[in-house]
């Protein structure tokens, strides 16, 4: 009978494990998987190989990496061109069951260039600007694709991961009034960014980027470019300048001295700074540094 029961215990657990199992999830980036985390809550398992200040343009593709995605279900790309290397990871990891996910999917693209894109215009996208994620509206369309593909994958949970993903909507919406709210007094404002990465910032809360401080995207500043940002700033009196964690402070405080303009580090991901946690507090450390360039 003790054998019998062993081997009837033994036969049901194993039954019971792949239902019982958190879906494991690997994200480009920390802001997606941040979302996820949102939206699967205790049922996933989540981890990103890009980091709050990694430059997600540029991720060495490592044998960890490769050795993470073999073991789970669903990878989240950000698509658009920035995260190439993951296609190199995905291959390596030769998992014939990996669902890879295209989080850009249903997003209304910003800056699509016209005509040929050519070495000369420097690391421009040709599918259009993918920093899509700093909209906080876009949080949305990113969580329904993660859950369409959560749902596929574990389908017995599927009114959860619905229902996470309508109290994550919820939230966003609640905090999007009161982020709009408190950013209203930088809405027409002009500020200079290092990058291209803070387009649907500005989208979302209405102010402009007049310049970048590279003089084309993935060009190193220089001091031709820099003159030519420290007369635009002395001309239209720009008070801000936005950088990414991940970029040097050199040509920032250089035209900083000359100028007086403010200079912030604005965190362009979950993690980025100590404040940007996750989605939602990343939006909360980002409207706080726009409520401070507008003084």
Same mark, same amino acid.
């Given at each position: 009978?003790?054998?019998?029961?062993?081997?009837?215990?033994?036969?049901? +657990?194993?039954?019971?494990?792949?239902?019982?199992?958190?879906?494991?999830?690997?994200?480009?980036?920390?802001?997606?998987?941040?979302?996820?985390k949102?939206?699967?809550?205790d049922?996933?398992? #989540?981890?990103?190989?890009?980091?709050?200040?990694?430059?997600?343009?540029?991720?060495?593709?490592?044998?960890?990496?490769?050795?993470? #995605?073999?073991?789970?279900?669903?990878?989240?790309?950000?698509?658009?061109?920035?995260?190439?290397?993951?296609?190199?990871?995905?291959d390596?990891?030769?998992?014939?069951?990996?669902?890879?996910?295209?989080?850009?999917?249903?997003?209304?693209? +910003?800056?699509?260039?016209?005509?040929?894109?050519d070495?000369?215009?420097?690391?421009?996208?040709?599918?259009?600007?993918?920093?899509?994620?700093?909209?906080?509206?876009?949080?949305?369309?990113?969580?329904?694709?993660?859950?369409?593909?959560?749902c596929? #994958?574990?389908?017995?949970n599927?009114?959860?991961?619905?229902?996470?993903?309508?109290?994550?909507?919820?939230?966003?919406?609640?905090?999007?009034?009161?982020?709009?709210? =408190?950013?209203?007094?930088?809405?027409?404002?002009? #500020?200079?960014?290092?990058?291209?990465?803070?387009?649907?910032?500005?989208?979302?809360?209405?102010?402009?980027?007049?310049?970048?401080? =590279?003089?084309?995207?993935?060009?190193?500043?220089?001091?031709a470019?820099?003159?030519?940002?420290?007369?635009?700033?002395?001309?239209?009196?720009?008070?801000?300048?936005?950088?990414?964690?991940?970029?040097?402070?050199?040509?920032p =405080?250089?035209?900083?001295?000359?100028?007086?303009?403010?200079?912030? =580090?604005?965190?362009?991901?979950?993690?980025?700074?100590?404040?940007?946690?996750?989605?939602?507090?990343?939006?909360d450390? +980002?409207?706080?540094?726009?409520v401070?360039?507008?003084?």
């Amino acid at each position: 009978m003790k054998k019998l029961y062993t081997t009837l215990l033994i036969a049901s +657990l194993a039954m019971a494990g792949p239902a019982s199992a958190k879906v494991k999830i690997v994200a480009s980036s920390s802001d997606l998987a941040s979302i996820a985390k949102y939206v699967g809550k205790d049922l996933v398992e #989540v981890s990103s190989i890009g980091q709050g200040k990694s430059n997600l343009h540029f991720v060495e593709v490592l044998p960890s990496y490769m050795l993470k #995605v073999s073991k789970a279900d669903i990878y989240l790309k950000n698509g658009l061109s920035l995260d190439q290397w993951a296609q190199g990871v995905i291959d390596g990891a030769r998992n014939s069951k990996l669902m890879v996910v295209d989080c850009s999917k249903g997003i209304e693209v +910003l800056d699509k260039p016209t005509g040929k894109v050519d070495a000369s215009m420097g690391d421009l996208h040709p599918e259009g600007n993918p920093h899509y994620w700093l909209d906080p509206r876009n949080g949305k369309i990113i969580a329904d694709n993660i859950v369409e593909a959560l749902c596929t #994958v574990d389908a017995a949970n599927a009114a959860t991961y619905r229902a996470n993903r309508d109290a994550f909507g919820a939230l966003l919406d609640q905090k999007w009034s009161g982020w709009v709210k =408190e950013a209203d007094a930088f809405k027409g404002a002009e #500020v200079i960014t290092y990058h291209s990465t803070f387009t649907y910032l500005a989208h979302a809360f209405g102010f402009t980027v007049a310049g970048y401080i =590279e003089p084309k995207p993935g060009i190193e500043p220089t001091a031709a470019h820099n003159t030519e940002l420290i007369d635009l700033i002395k001309a239209k009196h720009i008070k801000a300048v936005l950088r990414d964690p991940y970029y040097s402070q050199r040509a920032p =405080e250089a035209i900083a001295r000359a100028t007086g303009v403010a200079v912030y =580090e604005a965190p362009s991901s979950v993690g980025g700074t100590d404040e940007a946690k996750d989605y939602l507090s990343l939006f909360d450390a +980002l409207v706080g540094i726009l409520v401070k360039g507008a003084r």
